[in-house]
């Protein structure tokens, strides 16, 4: 028996592709031969992040990805880009919902704006991604949301981020009965402290602290994310659905 990880024929949705754990998955699912649409909010900086990495992918497998820029937190960007996507690759078969921000504060300390800006690009715009792109989505296809493990542990400070990490996993169970009957597969996949850019941001006491909690004794890596997502999208996790696989090192907090 032949184990297989080929995406060939699959147009995959990564929203927030420009750098980090966004960009890798894009990589790995091109990788596996899938057609490639590049999120990315639409800055100068992620915009030209997001063009390199499409025309590296391109250089390969011609016309095999595209960037397209959209901030996900407006329903009105959300929908145009699925315009575009359903003109441009006629309809898709995977949305990774990778897209997100931090604004870390204390509760006491945290403006409304800090609040609602994190909400409505980590939550709503996850929500507004699968409204939209199921309406473009073809039968048996897979969405993969990112969350974390700030939802599960409460982290210091991270209200907002875990708030909405929370209800993005909770959605993925809801959207995996309501997925069901087209055979449309929904997960989410709950990182620990990952070695990105984000995670470099994090003071150095509290990094030691949190290696501390880790039994493998280390961060894990952009690569580990992304194949899981993988995994999750492939013929392998067929009967995988409304489940967060914890990808932590086993911190168990």
Request: aromatic residues 4%.
């Amino acid at each position: 028996m032949s184990i297989s990880l080929d995406l060939t024929g699959k147009v995959a949705l990564i929203t927030g592709a420009s750098q980090g754990i966004g960009e890798q998955i894009a990589r790995t699912f091109h990788a596996a031969n899938a057609q490639v649409v590049a999120n990315h909010p639409g800055t100068a900086a992620t915009q030209r992040d997001t063009e390199r990495l499409v025309e590296e992918l391109n250089g390969s497998r011609p016309g095999s990805a595209e960037a397209v820029a959209a901030d996900v937190s407006s329903p009105e960007a959300v929908q145009s880009m699925m315009r575009r996507i359903q003109q441009s690759r006629g309809g898709l078969d995977i949305v990774i919902n990778n897209a997100a921000i931090i604004r870390d504060r204390t509760l006491s300390k945290m403006s409304l704006e800090d609040w609602k800006s994190v909400i409505d690009v980590d939550l709503s715009g996850v929500f507004y991604c699968c409204k939209f792109g199921m309406e473009i989505m073809r039968d048996g296809g897979a969405i993969v949301s990112l969350g974390s493990i700030a939802a599960i542990q409460g982290f210091y400070g991270q209200a907002n981020y875990a708030a909405a990490k929370a209800g993005v996993q909770a959605m993925m169970r809801v959207l995996s009965r309501e997925g069901a009957k087209r055979g449309i597969r929904a997960n989410a996949i709950a990182p620990g402290v990952i070695d990105t850019a984000m995670a470099a941001t994090i003071p150095d006491k509290v990094r030691a602290e949190m290696l501390q909690n880790i039994p493998l004794g280390r961060w894990g890596t952009k690569a580990e994310i992304a194949h899981v997502a993988l995994f999750l999208c492939s013929p392998l996790a067929s009967y995988v659905t409304g489940q967060t696989l914890e990808v932590n090192g086993g911190w168990r907090g």
